[in-house]
């Protein structure tokens, strides 16, 4: 079985703060990361992808992969509270770019005013 | 464009009774995902489809769930006989041909078994 670990939190950081939010994974196989947004009582919601090492940004989004130590992070800069949710890491499963993901469990971040 | 669209919305039943969740996909995406959320046990896969087949079920807790996607605009998700248990947010995913694993969720089903 496949893990995907993430820190529960919750993570809480002031607005305009940098939140930082982390996920390790056991299989050095998976090809295709991405991280989900979830608010209270709504479904996930895909805000990024990555699929190289380094760093992709997308506004005030970055990911960042590391292959070879097995872990992805999102930095999120300038917090603001409506990013206040449960995010959630996800691979793919044995690099295939299609098919089944396999998520962790989620870390809890609110940004407080 | 319209999303993944799940009804119902919420559904309040007595143990014991048959329930039966519907999806329909993103028109145009091949494969459909049954996820089930709790706060115990996260964000589980129970079953997915590609072009309408079943391709892995093994996440499917018992022979009380089945799932069939008759046509590629439609799926359903029977629980027979229901448990207090199977209370949690059963959502439905589509993803797309060329869309590189990236999954588009559905506003999920929240089931309460009394």
């Known amino acids: 079985q496949k893990e995907v670990e993430q820190n529960s939190g919750p993570l809480s950081v002031p607005e305009g703060a940098i939140a930082s939010l982390n996920c390790t994974y056991s299989d050095r196989v998976s090809q295709s990361f991405f991280w989900y947004r979830q608010y209270s009582g709504k479904s996930p919601e895909l805000i990024m992808s990555i699929y190289s090492n380094g760093d992709k940004e997308d506004g005030r989004f970055t990911a960042q992969l590391n292959k070879a130590s097995q872990y992805v992070s999102l930095l999120i800069r300038d917090s603001q509270p409506s990013d206040s949710a449960t995010y959630l890491c996800?691979?793919?499963?044995?690099?295939?770019?299609?098919?089944?993901?396999?998520f962790g469990r989620g870390t809890q971040l609110t940004v407080w005013p | 464009d319209a999303g993944v669209i799940q009804s119902p919305r919420h559904e309040v039943t007595e143990m014991g009774q048959e329930v039966t969740l519907r999806c329909k996909p993103i028109?145009?995406?091949?494969?459909l995902f049954w996820y089930r959320q709790t706060m115990m046990r996260g964000l589980e896969l129970l079953i997915y489809f590609n072009n309408n087949v079943p391709i892995d079920d093994s996440g499917m807790p018992e022979d009380r769930f089945s799932a069939k996607m008759p046509n590629a605009s439609f799926s359903t998700l029977k629980i027979q006989p229901s448990e207090p248990r199977d209370s949690a947010v059963y959502f439905c995913a589509s993803q797309g041909q060329n869309s590189y694993n990236e999954q588009f969720f559905g506003p999920g089903t929240r089931l309460t078994v009394l």
């Open positions: 996800a691979l793919d499963d044995r690099g295939s770019t299609l098919g089944r993901l396999y």
């Open positions: 028109s145009g995406h091949d494969y």
